[in-house]
Nanobody, 118 residues
Framework: QVQLVESGGGLVQAGGSLRLSCAASLSIFSRYNIAWHRQAPGKQRELVAG???????IYPDSVKGRFIISRDNAKNTVYLQMNSLKPEDTAVYYC????????????WGQGTQVTVSS
């Protein structure tokens, strides 16, 4: 069964940290890149971090130096460590499996809410 399940969202004060987890079924984890996206109310969904099967990573400038994506191959899990959080990081965060190069993601999780208070 194809599955992506996010966890770890919540409410945090500005400057704080959260770690999100994305547990993937083996069929996804072994075949696809994994990327975290977010969508805030009234805004387009945006990529915040991606990781390839070999561990290469990509970040937009908005989160570079604050967010770290990693993967645990033994647990079929990808993590997003978010530090120095800002109110503008507030969004629903989704993990997705697909191709970072072509920006095509056939599989998505249900999302987890992250709220950063000022």
């Amino acid at each position: 069964q194809v599955q992506l399940v996010e966890s770890g969202g919540g409410l945090v004060q500005a400057g704080g940290s959260l770690r999100l987890s994305c547990a993937a079924s083996l069929s996804i984890f072994s075949r696809y890149n994994i990327a975290w996206h977010r969508q805030a109310p009234g805004k387009q969904r945006e990529l915040v971090a991606g990781i390839g099967s070999g561990g290469s990573t990509i970040y937009p400038d908005s989160v570079k130096g604050r967010f770290i994506i990693s993967r645990d191959n033994a647990k079929n899990t990808v993590y997003l460590q978010m530090n120095s959080l800002k109110p503008e990081d507030t969004a629903v965060y989704y993990c997705a499996a697909g191709s970072i190069a072509t920006r095509t993601y056939p599989y998505w999780g249900q999302g987890t809410q992250v709220t950063v208070s000022s």
